[in-house]
């Protein structure tokens, strides 16, 4: 079946925009994560959510940031007011159930580069 | 608060067997996660060790000692498509699986 996809693959704004990235998980995962990925940094953890429920966001660097989901299924990541300190590649996975024994398959990214 | 340790890039030739260490110190301890990413591709599972020993999953195998806070993952007979990056991640006992990444080795294979 399909995987996690994201879109757009890359995005570049002006400082000071509003950028909107989107993630469709696996269908049927309930669980969503996002994460942020600077050039030859590991993963930083963002938001999780179970179902639309965002249990944990304490990943997100600044209240410019957030993130809603909607149906069990799409999530949407909202950066407003972009900074040049945000360019990096944001990825999200997706779990069955988000318990600590099921994989998170990961989606290919939207790298974001802001001018 | 948790921290991991990997080195930042090991060379090995084709056929060989490569060991990519990662030292961890962490509360909440809930496994330890492999992940492989290819330049400009997602990162893809490799293994999970809840329990220490050994897991092995064909030329890949894992390794975990919890009292040590130590974990490697051993690739054999490597070819030129391991050539990735490779993160050891912490699952933090949270309610959910959160995981908290190291920074990652760079695995280059050469001919």
């Known amino acids: 079946g399909a995987g996690v996809s994201q879109s757009p693959s890359n995005k570049v704004t002006e400082k000071g925009k509003d950028v909107e990235l989107r993630c469709d998980p696996i269908s049927g995962h309930t669980a969503l994560y996002w994460y942020r990925q600077s050039l030859g940094q590991g993963l930083e953890f963002l938001i999780y959510f179970q179902g639309n429920s965002a249990p944990d966001k304490s990943g997100l660097p600044s209240d410019r940031f957030s993130a809603e989901r909607t149906g069990g299924s799409v999530s949407t990541l909202t950066i407003q007011r972009t900074q040049q300190e945000d360019s990096a590649v944001y990825l999200c996975?997706?779990?069955?159930?988000?318990?600590?024994?099921?994989?998170?398959?990961f989606g290919p990214g939207t790298r974001l580069t802001v001018l | 608060g948790q921290s991991l340790e990997q080195p930042s890039e090991v060379t090995a030739v084709e056929g060989a067997i490569v060991q990519i260490n990662c030292t961890y110190q962490?509360?909440?301890?809930?496994?330890l996660f492999w992940y492989q990413q290819h330049a400009g591709e997602a990162p893809t599972f490799l293994s999970y060790n809840v329990l220490d020993g050994l897991e092995e999953k064909g030329r890949f195998s894992s390794f975990l000692s919890r009292s040590k806070g130590y974990s490697y993952l051993l690739l054999k007979e490597l070819q030129m498509k391991d050539s990735a990056s490779y993160f050891c991640a912490v699952g933090l006992n949270t309610g959910f699986q959160k995981l908290v990444f190291g920074t990652g080795t760079r695995l280059l294979v050469s001919p």
């Open positions: 962490t509360s909440g301890f809930n496994g």
């Open positions: 996975a997706s779990s069955f159930g988000g318990r600590a024994v099921d994989t998170q398959y």
